[in-house]
Structures are given as structure tokens and as C-alpha cells.
């Protein structure tokens, strides 16, 4: 009988946690598979916009290559400002070009690059949640 018991208390353990674990899995699959798209690399820049432009590469604090544009206002005067115009998760910045074509107009003078892993910046992307505790410092 005592075997008997715990034999009927795994399987019950067993009927119970199974399906909790295969929801879990599922969802953090799902989450992986959706949060990063492969972005398309950039077809077009700022001249196809009829806006001027300088590119330009940097780095970020980790030393991955990151690129840019910086599009000057559009103005005979002095830029009201600067506006940084970033892009959503899987684009890059010639996604955003629309926008820098009506700020510039608007006297703003813009500057748009490509997170890493998106258009011409490299490195993979940091959707991972334990990324920040396993990146070397």
C-alpha cells in the first residue's frame, strides 16, 4: 500500500507539472522566436530622399562597429535642433528616412543609425535574457 501511494502521488505530480512545463517552454520559445526578426540590410540612402548626408561609423562602449547618417536641416538659418530618429526591432534606419525627410524640412537636423545586428551594424542580437550576465567585461 505505501507504494502504491507514491506511485499514485508521482503520477499525479507528473498529470500536473507536465503541462506547466511544455506552457513554459512553448512560451519562451514563441518569445525567442518572435522578439528578433533578421533585418534586411539598407537598399536605399538619404539621396534617394534628395537629402544630403554624411555617413558615419562608431562604436559602442563594447566595441561593436555600429553606422550612421547624419542628414543636416534643411535651412538657411541655424537648425532649430537635433533629433536622434531610431528605429524599431527587425528595420533599420532607412525604415526611419520619411521621418528625417520632414524633420530636416522642418529645420531639425537628424541622425539615424542602425542598432547592432540591424541594417550595417554588426554583432548579433541582445534579446537573450541572461545576456547582460554573461557578456565580458
Given at each position: 500500500?505505501?507504494?502504491?501511494?507514491?506511485?499514485?502521488?508521482?503520477?499525479?505530480?507528473?498529470?500536473?507539472?507536465a503541462?506547466?512545463?511544455?506552457?513554459?517552454a512553448?512560451?519562451?520559445?514563441?518569445?525567442?522566436?518572435?522578439?528578433?526578426?533578421?533585418?534586411?540590410?539598407?537598399?536605399?540612402d538619404?539621396?534617394?530622399?534628395?537629402?544630403?548626408?554624411?555617413?558615419?561609423?562608431f562604436?559602442?562602449?563594447?566595441g561593436?562597429?555600429?553606422a550612421?547618417?547624419?542628414?543636416?536641416?534643411r535651412?538657411t538659418?541655424?537648425?532649430?535642433?537635433?533629433?536622434?530618429?531610431?528605429?524599431?526591432?527587425?528595420?533599420?534606419?532607412?525604415?526611419?528616412?520619411?521621418?528625417?525627410?520632414f524633420l530636416?524640412?522642418?529645420?531639425?537636423?537628424?541622425?539615424?543609425?542602425?542598432?547592432?545586428?540591424?541594417?550595417?551594424?554588426g554583432?548579433?542580437?541582445?534579446?537573450?535574457?541572461?545576456?547582460p550576465?554573461?557578456?565580458?567585461?
Amino acid at each position: 500500500p505505501p507504494f502504491r501511494e507514491r506511485l499514485r502521488r508521482a503520477a499525479l505530480r507528473s498529470i500536473i507539472i507536465a503541462p506547466i512545463v511544455a506552457l513554459l517552454a512553448a512560451t519562451l520559445f514563441g518569445a525567442l522566436v518572435n522578439v528578433y526578426r533578421p533585418a534586411s540590410p539598407n537598399r536605399r540612402d538619404p539621396s534617394a530622399f534628395g537629402l544630403p548626408f554624411k555617413a558615419l561609423a562608431f562604436r559602442a562602449s563594447d566595441g561593436i562597429a555600429l553606422a550612421g547618417w547624419l542628414i543636416p536641416a534643411r535651412t538657411t538659418g541655424a537648425p532649430r535642433g537635433a533629433v536622434l530618429v531610431c528605429h524599431g526591432v527587425g528595420a533599420n534606419r532607412e525604415d526611419v528616412l520619411p521621418r528625417a525627410r520632414f524633420l530636416t524640412a522642418a529645420g531639425y537636423t537628424c541622425f539615424l543609425f542602425d542598432f547592432r545586428a540591424h541594417g550595417e551594424s554588426g554583432d548579433s542580437p541582445r534579446t537573450s535574457p541572461v545576456w547582460p550576465f554573461t557578456r565580458k567585461r
